[in-house]
C-alpha cells in the first residue's frame, strides 16, 4: 500500500513538503507504559506504520494518489525515556476515521454541555465508552491458556488478516467495569457477535446511544481462567472536558483525579475528590513534606471525599495555624501530617473553567488581610 506522506510546511523553507512511502503496517496496536509522575497515554488505539523514519520533526497527513486525507501523522509521548538517550516521542498516523467521527458529532450537535468554539457555543457530544484498557493478543498465545478451537475458528472467520483476540489489561477505577471484568479476562464477543480490535467494543457502545438498551450495558462472552462466562459490564458516559477546577492551597495542587490516575486502577475508599497533582518548591507543602501523587483523605479528623468539602473546612483555618491531613498514597499507604498554613505568601484560591466565555476564572477563597 503505497500513500504520499505530506506536512502543511517545512520548518525553515515555510513551504509544503510532500514524500511518497509505503504503508508497513495500517493496524499497529498502539501499547503505551504508565508514565511516572502519571499522565495522558494513548490506549486502545490502533495506528499506521511507514516504511521510512521521518522523526519527530515532521507533522501532518497522509493522504492516497488522489489527494484524499487518509490519517494525521502525529507525535505520541511513549511516557518513559528511552534508555539509548533518544527521544520519549514517536509519530505514527491517526487514521482519520477516528477523528472525524467526532467531528461528525461536533458538528450535527451534542446532547452535553455546550462549549464556546471560536466564538459560537456548541453543544458537545456525549460519548461512551468502556473504561477498560485492552491488548491485542495471537490466537496462538490464546490457545495455550485454554482457549477452545471452536472460538479460536470464529475470531479467524471474524479477522482471519490478525488473527488475534482482546485482553484485558485492566480497568480504570471507579468505572462501571471495575468490579467485573478482570486482568487476564479474554474479551470473545459482544451480543454473541466475535470481536477482534478495539474498533469492534467502539462500534458496540455507539450501538448502545443509538438504541439504548440493555441500561448502557454491553453483553460480553468472556475467557476466564479456562471458563467461558457472560456478563453484563456498564459503560461510562464521558463529556471529553477534562480538568476544569484546582485549588492552590499551601503551595500545592489539587484537583480531581484525571483518567491517567483512574488508569492505575486505585481509588482510595475514604474518598478519592482531593489529589495533589503538584507541589511547589518553599511552599508549606514543601517544607513540611506533603508531596504530589496521593489524596488528602482527612483534614483535622475530618473527611474531604471532594473538592468542596475540603475547601469548606480549610476556609475557617487562620495563618500560622497548624493543620494535621490524612493522605493515601498511589500504592494504597496512608499517612498523616502537620502543616502550618502561610497566607500571606501561599494564599488559597481556585482556578475554574468557565465554559460559558471558555476561559480560566481565578477566586481568591482566603488571604491574609
Not at 496496536?29 to 488505539?45: E, F, K, Q
Request: proline share 6%; with cysteine; charged share 25%.
Amino acid at each position: 500500500m503505497s500513500w504520499r506522506y505530506s506536512i502543511s510546511c517545512g520548518l525553515r523553507s515555510l513551504k509544503a513538503v510532500s514524500r511518497k512511502s509505503t504503508v508497513t503496517n495500517p493496524c499497529l496496536s498502539l501499547h503505551v507504559s504508565s508514565g511516572d509522575p502519571p499522565c495522558y497515554r494513548a490506549t486502545n488505539m490502533e495506528v499506521i506504520e511507514l516504511d521510512s523514519d521521518f522523526g519527530n520533526a515532521f507533522t501532518g497527513v497522509l493522504g492516497n494518489e488522489h489527494g484524499k486525507v487518509q490519517a494525521i501523522w502525529a507525535s505520541f509521548s511513549s511516557s518513559t525515556k528511552p534508555k539509548s538517550g533518544g527521544s520519549p516521542q514517536f509519530v505514527k498516523g491517526i487514521p482519520i476515521h477516528m477523528v472525524s467521527q467526532v467531528l461528525d458529532k461536533i458538528i450535527s450537535g451534542g446532547d452535553g454541555p455546550s462549549l464556546l468554539i471560536n466564538g459560537v457555543k456548541r453543544p458537545m457530544p456525549l460519548v461512551r465508552i468502556l473504561e477498560v484498557e485492552l491488548i491485542p493478543r495471537l490466537l496462538s498465545k490464546a490457545r495455550s491458556f485454554g482457549l477452545n478451537d471452536d472460538w479460536i475458528q470464529a475470531l479467524v472467520r471474524k479477522d482471519p488478516i490478525k488473527r488475534q483476540v482482546l485482553r484485558v489489561k485492566g480497568c480504570l477505577a471507579g468505572s462501571k467495569a471495575e468490579n467485573l471484568l478482570k486482568q487476564g479476562d479474554m474479551v470473545l464477543a459482544v451480543n454473541k457477535e466475535p470481536v477482534t480490535c478495539f474498533q469492534d467494543i467502539e462500534n458496540a457502545c455507539k450501538a448502545l446511544e443509538k438504541h439504548g438498551d440493555n441500561d448502557g450495558k454491553l453483553s460480553l462472552t468472556i475467557f476466564r481462567q479456562g471458563c467461558e462466562v457472560d456478563l453484563l459490564v456498564g459503560t461510562d458516559i464521558r463529556d471529553g472536558n477534562g480538568t476544569a477546577r484546582m485549588i492552590n492551597w499551601c503551595g500545592c495542587i489539587l484537583q480531581y483525579p484525571h483518567p491517567a490516575v483512574r488508569a492505575l486502577g486505585f481509588l482510595p475508599e475514604e474518598g478519592h475528590g482531593v489529589y495533589v497533582a503538584k507541589w511547589y518548591r518553599g511552599s508549606p507543602a514543601d517544607r513540611y513534606g506533603l508531596c504530589a501523587l496521593c489524596w488528602i483523605v482527612e483534614v483535622n479528623g475530618k473527611p474531604t471525599p471532594d473538592l468542596d468539602a475540603f475547601v469548606s473546612l480549610t476556609k475557617e483555618l487562620g495563618s500560622e495555624e497548624f493543620v494535621r491531613i490524612r493522605t493515601i498514597k498511589l500504592n494504597g499507604k496512608p499517612q498523616v501530617l502537620t502543616l502550618k498554613q502561610d497566607l500571606h505568601y501561599w494564599p488559597t484560591w481556585e482556578l475554574r473553567f468557565d465554559p460559558d466565555t471558555a476561559i480560566w476564572r481565578r477566586k481568591m477563597i482566603k488571604a491574609l488581610q
